[in-house]
């Protein structure tokens, strides 16, 4: 009998595009596919892109390079790009040019399509292209290939219509679209009898969930019905949106154990100017507003952010007002970018009239960064002494006789392990010891939390 052939997908970006290559995975583990571990002996690798900054890009069209010397080596092998670079029509005439050598390249809106789209390469010499401008339907029962463990990505909003002006986004991932509540309930009732504990629901914007359904509903709706399923400990959201965040939604985290006291409100900018010319639909006062509101009704909230330096026209005193919000808010963490110009947005147009020059940006960059470290290692010192229960994930990167796993509010623990007890998906009670500004240090403090068998056997290693 033959071998089945193996596939290799490198995935890049964010948690949206890691849930889809689990379920293009799926479809392959459908008609008779094999994972592999590595790209090295592959007979199909597909590159899942990221276009949300230039960096990204740029890794994605290195591998892709890379790729050619692979498939001069074993001319049978076949090479797919899908992702959110495969939307934009630059990426699809750099390909037709400089890399001839992939044989497949397909968009966000039809992965569905993957079985089919495999039958036409192999029908055709040249590149087959399939990349649809908008998004039909939501596609649903697709079949997928999550990862083992107890954490579990699921899908409950597709798309973003914010169009802030930097982003590219909304060309890549199309218009909002909602997945049935009943749907997302089923999936994620059927994920915990499987014995996944932790589920984090996903869209590029979660706030606007069920805006778009009849009748219309909030995402605090979809969190507590998920919240009531039997065997779901934890609960998480990304990405989510200042600018819809309800109040209900502050009260349905507040008085729910399950729903993960970290709330991730990206900001963006300190300055109402550059907020505006961003189309965040929010000011600085309203901002912050919504900011006191959630640590008055969550007093043990853990805040982070993401925050763009050098968008073009930024002035100091633009630059001043972001570091001054940071001091105000004092996040937990931040995570924070320099603007980078993607073709077709507003932004990029502005880009090219009134940029903030290269070495000021970096220079806003790491300012912004050490005041955020300081302000980090501070947030980390007040769980000293404290008890938080850490799901655990796997070894240590750097020490293999250390555990590394995570808090609900996802902050990252380390603890001493015995080699002669296996904590692997065990969620654990420790007491924290030592504070870092990138993480926890502590040690056990009491048996892991009853409730189902571990899921896994293979050690990731986390940091
Ligand atoms: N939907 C999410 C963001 C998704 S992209 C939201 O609105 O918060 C993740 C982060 O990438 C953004 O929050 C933003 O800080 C950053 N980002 C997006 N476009 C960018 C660009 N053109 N240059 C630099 N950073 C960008
Ligand atoms: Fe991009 Fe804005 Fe949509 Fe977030 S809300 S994905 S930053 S357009
Ligand atoms: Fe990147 Fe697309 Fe996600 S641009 S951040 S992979 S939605």
Redesign the pocket.
């Known amino acids: 009998m033959a071998t089945a052939p193996t596939y290799y997908i490198k995935t890049y970006g964010?948690q949206m595009n890691e849930r889809d290559s689990e379920i293009m995975a799926g479809q392959l583990d459908q008609i008779g596919y094999q994972a592999s571990p590595t790209d090295a002996d592959a007979d199909l690798i597909i590159i899942n892109t990221c276009a949300?900054?230039g960096s990204a890009e740029d890794h994605a069209f290195g591998y892709i390079g890379q790729l050619k010397q692979m498939k001069d080596s074993h001319p049978d092998l076949q090479l797919a790009v899908a992702g959110c670079m495969a939307q934009e029509p630059g990426t699809v005439a750099w390909i037709k040019r400089h890399a001839p050598h992939v044989d497949l390249v397909f968009g966000t809106h039809n992965l569905h399509e993957l079985p089919r789209l495999l039958d036409e390469v192999s029908e055709h010499d040249e590149t087959v292209i399939e990349v649809w401008k908008s998004a039909g339907d939501v596609v649903e029962h697709l079949p997928s290939h999550r990862n083992d463990g107890v954490r579990a990505f699921v899908n409950i909003i597709y798309g973003?219509d914010?169009f802030?002006t930097?982003?590219?986004?909304p060309f890549t991932r199309g218009k909002e679209r909602s997945r049935e509540l009943r749907l997302v309930v089923d999936e994620v009732r059927a994920l915990a009898d499987e014995g996944y504990q932790d589920i984090t629901v996903l869209g590029?914007?979660v706030n606007s969930y069920g805006h778009d359904l009849d009748p219309v509903l909030d995402l605090a709706d979809l969190l507590e019905s998920l919240a009531s399923i039997d065997g779901i400990r934890w609960l998480h959201y990304i990405?989510?949106?200042p600018r819809d965040f309800s109040q209900r939604l502050i009260e349905a985290i507040a008085q729910s154990q399950k729903i993960t006291h970290h709330v991730h409100l990206?900001v963006?900018a300190g300055s109402n100017p550059i907020l505006k010319r961003m189309n965040r639909k929010y000011t600085r006062e309203g901002y912050l507003d919504l900011v006191s509101r959630v640590k008055k009704a969550i007093p043990d909230v853990s805040l982070t952010t993401?925050?763009?330096v050098g968008f073009p026209g930024e002035t100091e005193d633009d630059f001043q007002q972001t570091l001054d919000l940071v001091r105000t808010v004092r996040y937990d963490a931040a995570?924070t970018?320099?603007?980078?110009?993607?073709e077709g947005?507003p932004?990029a147009r502005w880009e090219g009239r009134d940029p903030v020059p290269n070495p000021i940006k970096k220079d806003r960059l790491n300012r912004l960064m050490e005041l955020q470290y300081q302000i980090s290692l501070e947030a980390n010192l007040n769980m000293l002494g404290k008890t938080e229960v850490v799901l655990v994930e796997g070894l240590s990167r750097k020490n293999p006789n250390v555990w590394a796993g995570r808090t609900q509010s996802n902050k990252v623990v380390l603890l001493d392990r015995d080699p002669a007890v296996d904590l692997i998906d065990r969620f654990v009670p420790v007491r924290i010891e030592q504070a870092k500004t990138f993480y926890l240090s502590g040690c056990q403090a009491g048996a892991p939390l009853s409730g189902p068998a571990p899921r896994r056997r293979i050690e990731l290693p986390l940091m």
């Not at 930097?166 to 986004?169: G, K, S, T």
């Open positions: 964010c949300v900054r973003c914010k802030c930097y982003c590219i986004v590029q914007n990405t989510p949106h990206p963006q993401d925050i763009i995570f970018f320099i603007y980078s110009p993607r947005t932004a």
